[in-house]
C-alpha cells in the first residue's frame, strides 16, 4: 500500500456566529470542484473524474476545523494544541467577535494567539466596512503572516486562502527544520573541533601542571603530617620510625621529632603499657583501626585512640607502616564524669524512692508508740521504752530528711530574693561576651519579684538563654530583650493550671529577633545532648539543665518559636508566698467531741494509725486504702463527712487530683495533704489548688491535731 502523502492542516475557527463557523467547516472540509459521489450514481450525465484526477485529488490538502465560538473558547483550544504537539497552522478569527460594532475582541485574542504561537497563519474576517486596519496591522505582527478578508466572501476564495497559507505554513516549518538541522551539523562540526583543540590545550597544560600538583600534594602532605591534631608516623616493615611529627614524639617523651627517628614502635607501644602486642594486632588483623589503648606517662595516664595500616610505597612496592594516634583523654574523663553524675542521679532517685518508703514504715512505728505513749503511767519502764522508741523514730525521720535532700526532693539551698539585682548583675557579667552588632535591652515591669531560689542557678538560666540568643545573632545582629513582669491569666502565654494560678508567678523572658528556630528541631530543644551548634560549640546541656532547675523551683519553661523573626524563652517562677501558714496552739489534752472524717492512704497500717490517733480525739473515721474508692465513698454521702485527710503519692490518683475531684462535689470541704516530699506542698500554691494544709510524713499525734485545729476551729 502506498504511503499516505496527504498533508493535513488544522485550522482553528474562532466567530461569535454559530452559522458562520459551520460555514468554515463545510468550506474547508466538505465543499469539492468534483461531482459528489451521490451525483455520480444517480445522474447519467456527471462526468466521472479520471485516474489522474483521483491521484490529484488523493494528494490535495485535507483541513481539520476546530471551532470555538468565543476568545475564551479560542485561547484554551491553542493551548490545548500547543501541549498536544499538533499546532493550528491557521487562524480564522472575527474581528469583532460580538454583534456590537465597538468591540474589537478579536485583534486582542489575534495577538494573543501570535503570542503563544508565532508561526500560525491568522486571518482576521469583518462583515463592517470600517476596520482599523493600521491598529490590527500594528499589534498582529510580523504583517506577512496576517490576512484580512471581508466578509461576505465566496467559498472558492476561503479555500484557496486556506490552501496557500497551508502550504505557506508547511513550506516555512519544513525550512525551519532543515535550517536547524544544517546548523546543528555545523554546530556539531565545530564542536568537535573546539574540543579537539581544547584537548590539546589541555595535555599540554596537563604535561605543564602534573609538578606543579605533586608539588602540591606532597606540601598538604607534609603539612597534614606535621600538624599536632594527631600523633603521625611512618615506619619500615620491622618498626623503625621513619617519620614523626611533633605531637607524635611528645607522646613517647622525646624532645624533638628527629630525636624519635630509628626508635622502634612496637618497643614504644609495649614500653608505654599498650596492652595487647602492636605486632600481634597487625599480624592478626593486617591492620589497626580506632583501637582504644591507654598509655602511662609517669603518674599520669593518656587515652589514645589508634589507627595503624601497612602502605606499599613507590613502584618497587616498598611497604610502610603509618600510624595515627588521637589523644582523647579529654573527652573520655568528660565521659567519665557523665557517667559519674548519672550514677549519682540513679542513686539519688533510688534513695529518694527508699526514703519514701520508710517514712511510711516510720509513721506506723511513730503512730503506734505515740499511741501506747499517751496510754502508759508517767515514770513507768512502759512509758520509758516508748519514749525511747520515739526519739529513735524522730532520729530516723531527721534521716530521711537527709537522704530526701540528697536525691533533690527536699529543700535545695533556697531563700527568699528578688529577681531584679540578679537580672542587672548577670548582664553586667554577659555585655563583654555579646557581639557588638547585637543590641541587649531591659523591661523590669514587677514590683513585686521576690521568689524562693538560689541565686547560683538563677545565673546559670539567664547566661544560657542569653548565651543561646546572642549566638543566634553573632551573624546577622540583632536586639536581645530581657523582661521581668508579673503574670496574668489574659497573657498569651501562662503556666498550666495545675501549677496554681497564673498571678502567684513572675515571668522572666529571654526573646531575640534572629532567625528563630527551625521547627523540625524546636520540640527537642529540651534534650540533653541535642545541639545544632557546630562540633566544639556547644555540648546540648544547656536548655535541657535550664529545664531541669526550672522544674526543681516548681516553675514552668516555655518556648514561643517565630521561624524568620525569632524566639522566645519564658521562665516562670513561683513567688515567695505572701500567705502566712496559720499556727493553731492546740493543747495536747484537746478532745473534739464531734465530726466524720475521711482518711485515705494506699498503706493500710497507716490507715488504721490514723483511725486510732482521730477517734482517741473524738472523731468518727471512715479509711480508705484507695483513691478511686474513696471517691465513690465521699460522691455517695459528700455530705456527712467534716474532714478529709489525703496521701500524696497514691496509684491511679494522686492526692492533689484527689482533692480536685472532690472539691468539684463540695468546693467547701476542708482537705489535709500528707507528703512526705517538700517540693509539692508550697502552701500558696496548695490553696489555688483549694487543699486547706498540709501535714509532713511520718505524722505525729500532735502535728495532725495542728492541722486540724487550723481547718475546724472557730474563726
Not at 444517480?42 to 490535495?60: H, M, Q, Y
Not at 596492652?275 to 589497626?288: D, F, I, P, Q
Amino acid at each position: 500500500m502506498a504511503a499516505d502523502r496527504t498533508q493535513r492542516f488544522r485550522v482553528l475557527a474562532v466567530d461569535h456566529d454559530e452559522s458562520m463557523l459551520t460555514l468554515y467547516r463545510d468550506i474547508l472540509c466538505f465543499e469539492s470542484e468534483e461531482p459528489s459521489a451521490l451525483e455520480a450514481l444517480f445522474n447519467d450525465d456527471a462526468r466521472l473524474p479520471s485516474r489522474e484526477e483521483i491521484d490529484e485529488d488523493a494528494t490535495r490538502p485535507v483541513f481539520e476545523v476546530v471551532q470555538a465560538p468565543g476568545a475564551r473558547g479560542g485561547l484554551k483550544a491553542m493551548d490545548r494544541a500547543i501541549a498536544a504537539g499538533e499546532p493550528f497552522a491557521i487562524a480564522l478569527v472575527d474581528i469583532h467577535l460580538s454583534d456590537l460594532g465597538e468591540e474589537l475582541k478579536g485583534i486582542a485574542l489575534a495577538e494573543a494567539l501570535r503570542a503563544r504561537d508565532p508561526h500560525v497563519e491568522i486571518v482576521l474576517l469583518s462583515a463592517r466596512h470600517k476596520v482599523p486596519l493600521k491598529e490590527f496591522n500594528k499589534r498582529v505582527q510580523p504583517p506577512e503572516k496576517l490576512l484580512y478578508i471581508q466578509k461576505p466572501f465566496r467559498s472558492p476564495e476561503l479555500k484557496q486562502i486556506a490552501l496557500s497559507l497551508g502550504s505557506k505554513w508547511d513550506a516555512e516549518n519544513r525550512l525551519r527544520d532543515l535550517n536547524e538541522t544544517l546548523a546543528s551539523k555545523v554546530e556539531a562540526r565545530t564542536s568537535e573541533l573546539n574540543a579537539a583543540n581544547r584537548r590539546l590545550r589541555l595535555d599540554i597544560a596537563k604535561r605543564a601542571a602534573v609538578l606543579r600538583e605533586l608539588q602540591a600534594s606532597e606540601q598538604r602532605y607534609r603539612l597534614l603530617f606535621e600538624q599536632n591534631i594527631t600523633g603521625n608516623f611512618a615506619a619500615d616493615p620491622e618498626g623503625r620510625i621513619l617519620d614523626c611529627n611533633t605531637a607524635f614524639a611528645e607522646m613517647f617523651d622525646f624532645r624533638l621529632p628527629d630525636d624519635a627517628l630509628g626508635a622502634n614502635i612496637f618497643d614504644l607501644w609495649d614500653r608505654a603499657g599498650g596492652g595487647e602486642s602492636l605486632r600481634t594486632l597487625l599480624a592478626a588483623n593486617g591492620r589497626v583501626s580506632n583501637q582504644e589503648v591507654a598509655f602511662t606517662r609517669g603518674v599520669l595516664k593518656r587515652h589514645l585512640m589508634v589507627s595503624c595500616d601497612t602502605v606499599a610505597e613507590g613502584d618497587a612496592g616498598r611497604a610502610e607502616l603509618r600510624g595515627y594516634l588521637f589523644d582523647i583523654s579529654e573527652p573520655k574523663r568528660l565521659e567519665d564524669q557523665l557517667r559519674q553524675s548519672q550514677k549519682m542521679e540513679a542513686l539519688g532517685t533510688l534513695a529518694g524512692g527508699i526514703a519514701h518508703d520508710f517514712n511510711n514504715i516510720l509513721g506506723v512505728i511513730l503512730g503506734y508508740a505515740e499511741i501506747i505513749e499517751s496510754g502508759a503511767e508517767p515514770d513507768s519502764g512502759l512509758a520509758r521504752r516508748i519514749g525511747e522508741i520515739s526519739r529513735a523514730g524522730r532520729r530516723a525521720r531527721d534521716l530521711v530528711t537527709q537522704i530526701l535532700n540528697f536525691s533533690r526532693q527536699g529543700p535545695q539551698e533556697r531563700h527568699a530574693m528578688t529577681l531584679t539585682p540578679l537580672v542587672k548583675e548577670a548582664l553586667k557579667l554577659l555585655r563583654s561576651s555579646v557581639p557588638s552588632n547585637v543590641a541587649i535591652y531591659t523591661r523590669l515591669q514587677t514590683g513585686r519579684d521576690q521568689v524562693m531560689a538560689d541565686p547560683t542557678q538563677m545565673h546559670q538560666i539567664l547566661l544560657n538563654l542569653c548565651g543561646n540568643a546572642s549566638q543566634a545573632m553573632q551573624d546577622t545582629g540583632g536586639t536581645m530583650t530581657i523582661t521581668l513582669a508579673d503574670v496574668s491569666p489574659d497573657d498569651p502565654v501562662v503556666p498550666p493550671e495545675d501549677l496554681g494560678k497564673a498571678e502567684r508567678f513572675v515571668r522572666l523572658t529571654v526573646a531575640d529577633n534572629g532567625p528563630g528556630i527551625d521547627p523540625d528541631v524546636a520540640e527537642r530543644v529540651f534534650d540533653p545532648f541535642f545541639t545544632t551548634k557546630k562540633q566544639g560549640e556547644g555540648t546540648g546541656m544547656g536548655l535541657a539543665m535550664v529545664h531541669g532547675i526550672v522544674k526543681r523551683h516548681d516553675g514552668y519553661l516555655e518556648l514561643e518559636n517565630s521561624p524568620g523573626r525569632g524566639a522566645a524563652f519564658h521562665v516562670f517562677l513561683p513567688r515567695s508566698s505572701e500567705l502566712a501558714r496559720p499556727e493553731a496552739d492546740i493543747p495536747a489534752d484537746l478532745v473534739f467531741r464531734e465530726g466524720r472524717i475521711l482518711f485515705v492512704d494506699d498503706e493500710k497500717p497507716l490507715t488504721d494509725i490514723g483511725r486510732e490517733m482521730l477517734e482517741s480525739i473524738g472523731f468518727e473515721v471512715v479509711t480508705r486504702t484507695s483513691s478511686i474508692e474513696a471517691l465513690e465513698a465521699f460522691k455517695f454521702k459528700a455530705n456527712d463527712f467534716d474532714l478529709i485527710i489525703t496521701d500524696q503519692s497514691m496509684p491511679n490518683m494522686t492526692g492533689m487530683e484527689f482533692a480536685r475531684e472532690v472539691l468539684k462535689i463540695r468546693p467547701d470541704i476542708p482537705i489535709i495533704l500528707c507528703t512526705g516530699f517538700s517540693d509539692a506542698v508550697s502552701y500558696e500554691r496548695l490553696r489555688d489548688v483549694g487543699i486547706g494544709d498540709f501535714i509532713m510524713k511520718p505524722i505525729l499525734k500532735h502535728d495532725l491535731m495542728a492541722s486540724i485545729g487550723r481547718l475546724l476551729s472557730p474563726r
